[in-house]
């Protein structure tokens, strides 16, 4: 998992409320990066970072937000508009490199599960 | 064993057997190919990348090769272990995508001892 945390590892959400999700990572990365995991499914883009106070959609946005004050945390919002928010919840980060597209590392995900 | 991920979501093979995990992809404009483990409910590790300016690379234990051609990419692991059982995932990206990583649905491994 590197030098990448994400917390709490369960989270229950109840109907109509919006919950946070944690990821910090101590690698010194520009990017991050948030993914969706379903049962047996492979990683959906939700948004992404490359640099502090800026971030772009990913392919499933709808119900989500994001902040980026640090470049150390990009902390995921799931709100009470995403209608089917349980799922394993992945957070990456990499560096920029000049060659192009630089490995990303994963933290241990968070499970949110809705009550 | 061989899979081809989209097809063939499920290898079984033997301890001490060779395994090969394939993967199609759809971009020619990809450039850069990276394979992951996922073990169960945990986050994906690194396993090893290839450049398209590459049809080779030897890892420990693994090895990728990519064939630009009819747009393909293995992971070959050798004398595969009980710690090797996980889901494997390739993923691809080129420049022109601003970095984001296409997955693959991914296939899983299943080492029997």
């Known amino acids: 998992d590197g030098g990448i945390t994400q917390s709490p590892k369960y989270l229950f959400r109840k109907e109509g409320q919006n919950v946070t999700l944690s990821c910090e990572q101590n690698?010194?990365?520009?990017?991050m990066y948030w993914y969706r995991q379903d049962p047996g499914q492979g990683l959906r883009l939700i948004y992404y970072?490359?640099?502090?106070?800026?971030?772009q959609k990913g392919d499933i946005a709808e119900g989500y937000s994001v902040s980026r004050e640090k470049k150390e945390s990009f902390p995921l919002t799931v709100t009470s508009a995403q209608k089917n928010p349980t799922a394993f919840y992945l957070c990456?980060?990499?560096?920029?490199?000049?060659?192009?597209?630089?490995?990303?590392?994963f933290g241990p995900g968070t499970r949110l599960l809705v009550l | 064993g061989e899979s081809v991920g989209l097809h063939l979501p499920t290898l079984s093979v033997q301890e001490g057997d060779n395994s090969i995990i394939n993967c199609a992809y759809s971009n020619s404009a990809s450039d850069y190919f990276i394979w992951y483990k996922q073990e169960s409910g945990k986050g994906p590790q690194f396993i090893i990348d290839i450049r398209s300016n590459m049809d080779k690379r030897q890892g420990q234990r693994v090895t990728v090769l990519l064939n630009k051609t009819v747009k393909h990419l293995s992971l070959q692991i050798a004398a595969t272990q009980p710690g090797d059982s996980a889901v494997y995932f390739c993923?691809?990206?080129?420049?022109?995508?601003?970095?984001?990583?296409?997955w693959g649905l991914g296939t899983s491994l299943a080492v029997n001892p």
């Open positions: 970072s490359q640099i502090v106070n800026d971030f």
């Open positions: 993923a691809e990206s080129n420049a022109g995508n601003n970095r984001k990583l296409i």
């Open positions: 690698l010194n990365h520009d990017a």
């Open positions: 990456a980060s990499s560096p920029l490199g000049t060659s192009g597209t630089e490995t990303q590392y």
